[in-house]
């Protein structure tokens, strides 16, 4: 794959600002869990990178890395190459002697929440609305304000009622489901989290150096 000389100095600039970043955001820490522009980085010719991202809503070291780390693929533009999936209920289990009712290990506010992102991600369908939305109701979970989740929809703009429905309709519930199941089919342990997978490679407790990761796979793949 032949990749422009203007787009691989880009590359180069913004690895060597991602190394700077990351010197200063490896202090967060992983624990036991009890609209963005995106136009700088051209994703022609370039073989996007996989990022996947297993987390509960009201798990703290989740909101944080959400928020701080996750959102500087959006302010960079690296959001071009990468195809990014966020996976809430992590950690969630179905619970078989309770009529497969969803069990969250944050309690009923996590499931709540859990299933309003799981209806953003399916309904708006589109990475920078969503990721925009999730960002805002980690916010309040950080803030002990999940509650009030709807404000996010007035702050950014975003109708409401499409996803409040799937989520009053039990419908996010039944994501949670597929997400749980596609969880479980992780290769590694998952009892800190976030989870966060590159090119199907879990980086562990590592996870905010994701973007480390992200861009070795680019690197290798525009060889």
Known sequence: MVVPLKLGIMIIVIAQTLLI???????????????????????????????SVYYGSLCQPCSTFIIKNLQEIFYNGLINIINLQLVPWANAYINNDTNNSIICQNGPDECELNSVESCAINI??????????????????????????????????????PIVKCHNTGNGTELGRKHINETALLHSPHTLLPVV???????????????????????????
């Open 124 to 161: 708006l369908n589109d990475v920078n609305k969503y990721y925009a939305l999730i960002e805002c109701l980690e916010l309040l979970a950080i803030e002990k304000r999940q509650k009030n989740w709807e404000e996010c929809f007035n702050t950014l703009g975003l109708p409401n009622a």
């Open 197 to 223: 997978v590159v090119n199907n490679n879990s980086i562990g407790k590592v996870f905010v150096h994701f973007l480390h990761f992200s861009l070795s796979f680019l690197i290798v793949s525009i060889r």
């Open 21 to 51: 970043f990351m010197d200063e955001s490896s202090g967060v820490n992983s624990y036991p869990c009890d609209s963005h522009d995106a136009n700088i980085v051209d994703e022609t010719n370039i073989m996007k990178v996989n990022l």
